[in-house]
């Protein structure tokens, strides 16, 4: 299990670049269920339960949703953190396709 900050940043990014999340696939679906997941495991949301989830994609025929987290401060002032976790296809590593989604 990772001790560090950074090993435990360097493990979620790990996690998260080996899947596919091709955008229009299932495997994008994934990925938003993943970050989700992670947001859910860390102290402060499962004391806050109610401060992270998924918003679910009306109409959406892969059924994606996106993950949200809301983190409270002690200041008045907001901070918006926003992205993205779909990835075009990899077919352009020709043979190294495989690897395409292992950073190791």
Do not use: W
């Amino acid at each position: 299990m990772p001790c560090t900050r950074e090993e435990r940043i360097l493990s979620i990014l790990r996690q998260l670049t080996a899947i596919p999340s091709v955008s229009q696939t299932p495997s994008e679906k994934l990925a938003g269920q993943t970050i989700e997941e992670l947001f859910e495991g860390l102290p402060y949301f499962k004391a806050h339960p109610g401060q992270t989830g998924a918003h679910v994609l009306p109409g959406d025929s892969l059924g994606r949703t996106i993950p949200y987290a809301l983190l409270r401060g002690e200041s008045a002032r907001t901070l918006v953190l926003m992205g993205h976790y779909d990835v075009v296809e990899t077919t352009s590593y020709g043979n190294l396709e495989p690897v395409a989604c292992l950073p190791d």
